[in-house]
C-alpha cells in the first residue's frame, strides 16, 4: 500500500473542493504544521485535521463539536486534546506540548479550519478524504476498510 503524503492530502482537498465547493468565496485551505509550541492553528473553529508521521498522513478527523468554555465554541481545539498533553519538563529546548502515549509516533498535525456558515463540509470533507487516502490509523464506516 502506497504511503500517503501532504501533497496527496491537497491534491485530494482540491478535488474535494472542485465538486462542492458552490460558492463564490475561495474555500478554505489547510494550515500550516502546528509547531507544538503556539495555538493550535484554527483551533477556534471547527474542521478538519491531519496527523503526519514524518512524511505520511496517518490519521484524519474532524472536530465539530461546540466545546467547553476553556476552548471558547471550538470544535478543532477541543477535539485535539485528546492527541496532546503538555510537556511540564524544565528543558526550554524540548516543545511545550508533545503527542499522547497512544499517539507518539506523530510528528506533526495539520488542520482545516471552516467558518460557521459552512463548517457542516467538513464532516463531508473527513468522509471524502478518509476513502481516497486510506489513512492508517483510520477506520471506514465502523471499520470496514474500502
Not at 37 to 45: L, M, Y
Not at 54 to 74: P, Q, R
Amino acid at each position: 500500500m502506497a504511503t500517503t503524503t501532504d501533497r496527496d492530502l491537497l491534491n485530494r482537498t482540491s478535488e474535494f473542493f472542485k465538486l462542492y465547493w458552490n460558492v463564490s468565496e475561495v474555500p478554505p485551505s489547510w494550515n500550516e504544521p502546528w509547531d507544538w509550541n503556539t495555538e493550535i492553528p484554527g483551533q477556534r473553529n471547527r474542521g478538519c485535521y491531519a496527523l503526519f508521521q514524518g512524511d505520511e498522513v496517518v490519521y484524519i478527523g474532524v472536530g465539530l463539536g461546540k466545546s467547553t468554555e476553556k476552548y471558547d465554541g471550538a470544535g478543532l481545539g477541543d477535539r485535539l486534546k485528546r492527541y496532546w498533553q503538555l510537556n511540564k519538563g524544565e528543558d526550554r529546548r524540548v516543545k511545550r506540548y508533545q503527542p499522547t502515549h497512544n499517539w507518539k509516533e506523530i510528528t506533526a498535525l495539520k488542520t482545516i479550519d471552516f467558518d460557521e456558515e459552512h463548517y457542516h463540509l467538513a464532516a463531508a470533507l473527513e468522509i471524502f478524504l478518509i476513502r481516497k487516502l486510506k489513512p492508517k490509523r483510520n477506520k471506514v464506516h465502523g471499520g470496514v476498510r474500502s
